[in-house]
């Protein structure tokens, strides 16, 4: 245990974390960082950012959410993408990602959920049952959102282990009624969020919170449009932990904190410098959200003799791609601009879902990948279904691709490696 967590153990206190599950817990992480992060070669000298991001994860960012609070400001926690963080930054909110890339409590989550059910789903429920999660438990509001069948079903029974689990409704399909479908949905989370915060959310806050949300997605864009570029200056573990990190940063300081890894990227990228020769062949990792600490498969690909340059996953490409039109004056002109926004996301549970395929194609095309890698959770019944499908398309058009199904376990970390193997050996010719 270090001096900076010691600290912070009172905050845990208070916030009923289990402290001696918890302290396992950050152990974990800080070895699964210390083996897939800090063993990287040529790092950007901007991740140090992100280092210290992670080395207080539970620690620096949850103080300053707790003194929000105090000051009367309101934590949202969230599981899904689709949850607008324009709405909660308007109501002087902050919004926060939970945690669900790790398996914790297993035991005690399957007394209530099946065995057969995503790791992800299964991730939320352990961090809440093992009171490990300090973001779950600094949460005015949990936002859990109708999307898949697994979740769905799930957030029923979250609701008896947390009074605060507000839920959305979202559509399954984009025709006609789905844009109305969730302007209500929004409109409905507009009304629970100023109840909340106590403060009434005007075109002014939203056109500002819009714009706040824009221009993390835009650094966001730049850093992708990097990776473009062979040699990639960055490698995919830490594009990835960027994208990861989105999601519980201030939103500000984060956007600052990309731009200035992008420049340094820049002159990377004109001096033909990274951490992997300009040969090394070159992957798109698509499908299930890698939540932190999640690095698995990621880690395997790049310790493997090949460099991520996209995901396309809601924790990536997914999640960011599209950005809200600024040119509405009204709150309702704001909401739709919103769902235009949000119904553009090319989640699994749509059906029909053609927009994820095309997708796929055109970041393959753009980022210049020699292979893509269809990530999927094990029982991650949306995911698994597109993939089977995509995987033929792109083999059609001669793409290499090739399925993965995996948990959060360690269980099948050699016989991954041997078909990741394989599969970079096959895209090399
Ligand atoms: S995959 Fe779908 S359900 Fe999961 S976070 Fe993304 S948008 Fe939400
Ligand atoms: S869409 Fe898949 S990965 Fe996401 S929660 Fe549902 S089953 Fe799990």
């Not at 990287?40 to 207080?56: A, I, L, T």
């Not at 570029?229 to 939103?251: E, M, R, Y």
């Not at 990227?265 to 698509?286: C, M, Q, V, W, Y």
């Not at 399925?403 to 376990?409: G, K, Q, V």
């Amino acid at each position: 245990m270090t001096q900076a967590t010691n600290q912070y153990r009172s905050l845990w206190q208070e916030l009923g974390l289990d402290l001696a599950s918890h302290d396992a817990l950050l152990e974990a992480v800080g070895k699964a960082y210390h083996d897939a992060y800090l063993s990287q070669e040529n790092r950007p000298e901007g991740m140090k950012y992100f280092d210290f991001v992670v080395s207080e994860i539970h620690g620096l960012r949850v103080k300053e959410l707790m003194d929000a609070r105090k000051e009367g400001r309101k934590v949202v926690g969230t599981y899904c993408t689709f949850v607008p963080e324009e709405i909660v930054l308007a109501a002087n909110g902050i919004m926060v990602g939970l945690c669900s890339g790790a398996d914790f409590a297993l035991e005690e989550v399957e007394k209530i959920l099946p065995r057969n059910l995503c790791a992800l789903i299964k991730s939320s429920f352990g961090f809440k049952l093992g009171k490990v999660c300090p973001y779950l438990e600094a949460s005015d509001m949990i936002v859990g959102e109708n999307t898949c069948d697994g979740k769905k079903k799930a957030y029923e029974e979250l609701g008896k282990l947390a009074d605060n689990l507000y839920i959305m409704d979202l559509p399954q399909t984009k025709n006609g009624n789905s844009k109305e479908f969730l302007r209500t949905e929004y409109k409905k989370f507009i009304k629970a969020m100023e109840q909340l915060s106590g403060v009434s959310i005007t075109v002014e806050k939203l056109q500002r919170a819009i714009e706040t949300v824009n221009n993390k997605r835009k650094a966001i864009h730049r850093l992708s449009k990097l990776r473009a570029h062979a040699p990639a200056p960055i490698s995919g573990l830490d594009s990835l932990l960027v994208n990861q990190i989105a999601f519980f940063d201030d939103p500000v300081r984060f956007t600052d904190s990309v731009n200035t890894i992008n420049a340094e990227l820049e002159e990377r990228s004109k001096a033909n410098d990274g951490p992997f020769a300009a040969n090394t062949p070159r992957i798109l990792l698509s499908g299930c959200p890698l939540a932190v600490p999640n690095w698995k498969v990621p880690f395997i690909v790049e310790s493997s003799g090949a460099v991520i340059v996209g995901e396309e996953s809601c924790v990536g490409e997914r999640g960011t791609r599209n950005l809200v039109d600024t040119t509405a004056d009204t709150i309702d002109g704001c909401i739709d601009a919103l769902v235009d926004r949000y119904l553009s996301i090319d989640c699994a549970i749509f059906t029909p879902n053609p927009d994820r395929l095309s997708h796929i194609q055109e970041m393959v095309r753009k980022y210049n990948a020699d292979g893509v890698i269809l990530y999927g959770l094990n029982f991650c019944t949306p995911y698994l279904v597109e993939a089977m499908n995509i995987e033929k398309v792109l083999e059609n058009q001669g793409i290499p691709s090739i399925r993965i199904e995996t948990d959060y376990s360690r269980e099948d970390v050699g016989q991954l490696k041997t078909r990741i193997e394989a599969f970079i050996e096959r895209i090399q010719g």
